[in-house]
């Protein structure tokens, strides 16, 4: 696949995790466009795909938090400190 359609793919995954960020939705939106206007100047091939790969981290992350929060609130829910 062309790096442009990675980023362009990358930024959409992100955009739709977004949806669901503790902070809410505009905080996110707004500081994801920061760090792809940041770097829409790179050229370089192996830096494009090094900040892919931090980005695919992002979003592993991004589930991770999400997940625990869910987890939090199950256990919050059935398992009610008496």
Do not use: C
Not at 51 to 56: A, D, E, K, N, R
Not at 73 to 80: G, H, I, P, S, V
Request: without cysteine.
């Amino acid at each position: 696949m062309a790096q442009r359609a990675r980023v362009v793919e990358l930024y959409k995954t992100l955009l739709h995790l977004g949806r669901d960020y503790p902070k809410g939705y505009t905080y996110f939106h707004t500081n994801l466009k920061k760090a792809f206007m940041k770097n829409k100047h790179e050229t370089d091939p192996q830096a494009i795909d090094k900040l892919i790969s931090h980005g695919q981290f992002v979003i592993k992350e991004l589930e991770a938090l999400y997940m625990l929060r869910k987890y939090r609130t199950l256990k919050r829910r059935y398992y009610n400190q008496h």
